[in-house]
């Protein structure tokens, strides 16, 4: 049987993934810290919950100790554990929201990843890292902590496949659009908070929530993103990176340059010229 250790299995996007492995035969180690979820998980097909926080070392210690009961060697790792926030960089809570993100979005793979090196080595296993559309493509005002993340998990990943290449492991990155999970639900309490706490960004944040919404709105089905992450793990010679669910607009933002998304910007939020944004 094949074996899984899946971050973020209590997730939107997670669970469904482990419900799809489930059937598919595939022993999956469904790692979170919700626990009435994991009790909803325990109840699948070769499903074992572990209770741990990517943001604890000792935790996903304890984690690993309870996979070595069952096996000694993994199929793969898959990291999904994430969160995002709607925010400034530069108001409200900037820089403690930023580095919670950056904790479990970033060093919760690295932590995981560098843990479980052994038990993919001896499974000849691989490894999943998520990332996301604003992983590649351009970066969004008022999500700069979660962009930045993405960015970092691109980065990361592609030095830990030339890394690991030496030893055989592969490295595969998933590039999520959007999809509508808790993720992307929490965004509109953040953005009332935000718009509240503003002192810079009244008119800015009322007109881009307009914005917000259409790209959010035509959110992808999640069951598709959990086909493609059966196939970054079952296909014999898995791509480098798996893209899904990335919207026109997204594609278009990504072609263009810098200087002339920044006007876009400007035009579509009618804020032209100079800073009249109050
Ligand atoms: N949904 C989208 O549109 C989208 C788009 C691009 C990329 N992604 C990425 O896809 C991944 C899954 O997102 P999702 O949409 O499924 O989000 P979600 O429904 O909010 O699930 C987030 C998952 O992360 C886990 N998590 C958060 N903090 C944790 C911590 N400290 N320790 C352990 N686990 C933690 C949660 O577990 P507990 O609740 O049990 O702690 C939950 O399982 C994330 O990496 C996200 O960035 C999502």
Request: proline share 4%; glycine share 8%; net charge positive.
């Amino acid at each position: 049987m094949k074996t899984v250790f899946f971050t973020g299995a209590t997730g939107g996007l997670g669970e469904l993934c482990v419900r799809t492995l489930s059937r598919r035969g595939w022993q999956v180690f469904a790692a979170g810290t919700n626990r009435g979820k994991l009790n909803e998980l325990e109840q699948l097909p070769h499903v074992i919950p572990l209770h741990a926080n990517v943001r604890d070392m000792d935790s996903l210690i304890a984690a690993k100790e309870k996979v070595l009961e069952y096996t000694d060697r993994l199929d793969a790792v898959v990291n999904f554990a994430g969160i995002s926030v709607f925010s400034s960089l530069v108001e409200g809570e900037a820089i403690p929201l930023m580095e919670k993100l950056m904790d479990i979005n970033v060093l919760g793979t690295a932590r995981v990843n560098a843990l479980m090196i052994d038990l993919i080595e001896k499974g000849h296993g691989r490894i999943i890292n998520c990332s996301s559309t604003v992983g590649w493509s351009a970066s969004q005002p008022f999500s700069g902590a979660y962009c930045a993340s993405k960015r970092a998990i691109e980065a990361y990943s592609d030095s830990l496949r030339r890394e690991l290449m030496f030893i055989g492991i592969p490295v595969i990155k998933i590039q999520p659009g959007a999809y509508q999970t808790e993720l992307l639900s929490g965004v509109d309490d953040d953005y009332l908070k935000t718009l509240k706490g503003t002192t810079h960004y009244q008119t800015v944040l009322r007109r881009l929530k307009f914005v917000m919404d259409k790209v959010l709105g035509a959110a992808g089905d999640p069951q598709d993103l959990a086909n493609i992450v059966v196939r970054a793990l079952e296909d014999k010679r898995p791509r480098l990176k798996y893209r899904k669910g990335t919207g026109f607009l997204m594609w278009l933002m990504s072609a263009l340059p810098d200087r002339l998304l920044d006007w876009g910007y400007r035009m579509v939020l009618k804020v032209p010229w100079g800073n009249s944004a109050t």
